[in-house]
């Protein structure tokens, strides 16, 4: 049996270097706001990344935003986090998402409910990402759950996963990359990129270790509004923001000019690194601008295939 | 061992409002360990509670008991008189010796004076970290004997979420990440590889996912 690949899938395999973004879906039950923010994109983007409860704040869920942004012409990347649901749930909300009509996941721990606006909820990690990859793998290739009980119909999705560069140690996470692809990841989004150099070396490591033949090495770019935004990137655990550019910042006549630029910069430095097929730009809350920096960035048309 | 804490003294007072006759029942073993509910923490409780009844002219009179373990029927035999004779228990063994003092004294109504934390060690004088959480499954050959489950923030079995730095974890920087400290034993003990095995889901019917548990050792049992 053949299984229609999505659009993001499509334009990977025929080595066009994709370009795809992030929407967040709202704090409400608000239908129009996701698929406005979708029809921004439409057209701009190959894919768009839906979050699930991003930071641990309750959203509305990734799965039914998703299905909002698919109406309005855009594919959607279902996020999936072991952070809320068991297997039992995940396997069951996955195969709901499939029978919807979506085909990319990608598969994450979650951001610990500490930093979100529950903090007293109990997590669940029941399954880590790895595992949940390999189970998604092994539904696809033998036709089976976690618990090896079969299904007539499984989810078959384009799987992702994520990799940080700047996390350590080094080694280890590498490790992990190693095993989130032998588990099952077809594609990998990185972490955001600001310093260049270090990833271009992490992409070294990747090819030399034949990485990016077996996965789609997507590249993360945040895009920053402010100077305030960029200093509290800075701050986040595993992330890697040199000073240079904070005082860019700083010095620039327009914050959002600059941002807008400090990301163009860094694409165009990035997608001249082999190995790298894509770009994934993260505006959160500023989604209005992903269509700027696509056109400035030259990739516009996006094919049709 | 399992760690407690004494539950603050507000608290404390708040559910013995109205009892005049206290017994405060101390635990020989892990929460003495972990100065949370011994003999010596139980004697400066009650003499606070006598102290505050004087001060609202309640005739309040506390007598300590310190059962070897609480845990164990054999050891509440020999402080059941003095249970007896009083109005309301107080037990400050961990949340399975306070169970068990309810199950044995019937009539009594017996009181939490702590709260039961985790199972672990006294890292630093006065500073006790989890260790275990329990889970039924021993997988610390695989770990370098350092465990995910109570020492990963998300239990993860397969290396570090992108959230650890410097190897601290990152939902608080005192936390040491766990997946820093098994990579830190497996390249001291030369056995890096063992990070590339994806270990599986676990089954959690080995934990409290499977119901309340139990252990029988079937050759130590009179009428099995």
């Known amino acids: 049996m053949t299984v229609e690949k999505s659009n993001l899938q499509r334009i990977l395999?025929?080595?066009?270097?994709?370009?795809?973004?992030?929407?967040?879906?709202?704090?409400?039950?608000?239908?129009?706001?996701?698929?406005?923010?979708?029809?921004?994109?439409?057209?701009?983007?190959?894919?768009?990344?839906?979050?699930?409860?991003?930071?641990?704040?309750?959203?509305?869920?990734?799965?039914?935003?998703?299905?909002?942004?698919?109406?309005?012409?855009?594919?959607?990347?279902?996020?999936?986090?072991?952070?809320?649901?068991?297997?039992?749930?995940?396997?069951?909300?996955?195969?709901?998402?499939?029978?919807?009509?979506?085909?990319?996941?990608?598969?994450?721990?979650?951001?610990?409910?500490?930093?979100?606006?529950?903090?007293?909820?109990?997590?669940?990690?029941?399954?880590?990402?790895?595992?949940?990859?390999?189970?998604?793998?092994?539904?696809?290739?033998?036709?089976?759950?976690?618990?090896?009980?079969?299904?007539?119909?499984?989810?078959?999705?384009?799987?992702?996963?994520?990799?940080?560069?700047?996390?350590?140690?080094?080694?280890?996470?590498?490790?992990?990359?190693?095993?989130?692809?032998?588990?099952?990841?077809?594609?990998?989004?990185?972490?955001?990129?600001?310093?260049?150099?270090?990833?271009?070396?992490?992409?070294?490591?990747?090819?030399?270790?034949?990485?990016?033949?077996?996965?789609?090495?997507?590249?993360?770019?945040?895009?920053?509004?402010?100077?305030?935004?960029?200093?509290?990137?800075?701050?986040?655990?595993?992330?890697?923001?040199?000073?240079?550019?904070?005082?860019?910042?700083?010095?620039?006549?327009?914050?959002?000019?600059?941002?807008?630029?400090?990301a163009l910069e860094l694409i165009s430095e990035i997608k001249k690194i082999e190995g790298v097929s894509g770009i994934h730009i993260m505006a959160v809350g500023w989604e209005s601008i992903v269509p700027t920096i696509v056109e400035r960035a030259g990739f516009l048309p996006r094919p049709k295939l | 061992m399992i760690v407690a804490e004494q539950k603050p003294l507000e608290e404390i007072m708040k559910s013995l409002e109205g009892f005049e006759r206290i017994a405060i029942a101390a635990c020989g073993t892990c929460v003495t360990v972990c100065m949370a509910g011994g003999e010596k923490e139980a004697l400066k409780l009650a003499s606070i509670l006598e102290l505050k009844g004087k001060e609202k002219n309640v005739p309040v009179k506390v007598k300590v008991v310190t059962p070897k373990r609480q845990c164990d029927v054999e050891f509440l035999d020999d402080v059941a008189e003095d249970i007896q004779d009083s109005d309301v228990v107080l037990s400050m063994g961990c949340g399975a010796g306070i169970q068990f003092m309810a199950e044995r004294f019937r009539g009594k109504l017996v009181l939490p004076g702590v709260n039961t934390k985790f199972i672990g060690v006294a890292r630093d004088v006065g500073v006790w970290t989890e260790m275990c959480q329990g889970c039924g499954e021993c997988i610390l050959e695989k770990t370098g004997g350092v465990c995910p489950v109570a020492r990963c923030s998300k239990s993860n079995f397969n290396g570090p979420c992108g959230g650890s730095s410097g190897g601290k974890c990152e939902i608080d920087p005192s936390i040491d990440c766990g997946w820093q400290l098994i990579y830190n034993r497996l390249k001291e003990l030369g056995r890096l590889e063992k990070l590339y095995e994806i270990i599986e889901p676990k089954d959690w019917r080995s934990s409290r996912d499977g119901g309340p548990r139990r252990v029988e050792k079937k050759e130590v049992r009179i009428d099995a």
């Open chain 1, 13 to 262: 395999e025929a080595g066009h270097f994709s370009v795809t973004a992030e929407i967040g879906p709202p704090m409400s039950a608000d239908a129009e706001f996701v698929r406005k923010k979708a029809r921004e994109m439409a057209g701009i983007i190959d894919a768009a990344n839906v979050t699930d409860n991003q930071t641990a704040i309750v959203r509305m869920s990734s799965i039914a935003a998703s299905y909002l942004i698919s109406q309005e012409g855009i594919e959607p990347v279902v996020q999936m986090t072991c952070r809320d649901r068991n297997r039992i749930a995940i396997q069951s909300d996955l195969l709901g998402a499939y029978a919807l009509g979506l085909r990319n996941l990608l598969c994450l721990s979650g951001d610990h409910q500490s930093f979100g606006n529950h903090p007293q909820s109990k997590n669940v990690y029941d399954i880590d990402s790895i595992q949940l990859l390999k189970a998604l793998r092994r539904m696809k290739e033998e036709q089976v759950f976690i618990s090896g009980k079969p299904t007539k119909k499984p989810a078959e999705f384009f799987l992702g996963a994520t990799a940080n560069p700047f996390a350590d140690p080094e080694e280890l996470q590498f490790i992990r990359l190693h095993k989130k692809i032998e588990a099952g990841a077809q594609f990998i989004q990185t972490q955001a990129i600001y310093d260049v150099e270090k990833f271009a070396s992490w992409m070294e490591k990747v090819r030399k270790a034949g990485l990016h033949k077996k996965a789609y090495m997507l590249a993360g770019i945040l895009v920053n509004k402010s100077l305030k935004s960029l200093e509290m990137t800075k701050k986040v655990a595993g992330m890697r923001v040199p000073d240079g550019l904070v005082d860019r910042m700083r010095k620039a006549s327009s914050q959002e000019e600059e941002g807008v630029n400090i």
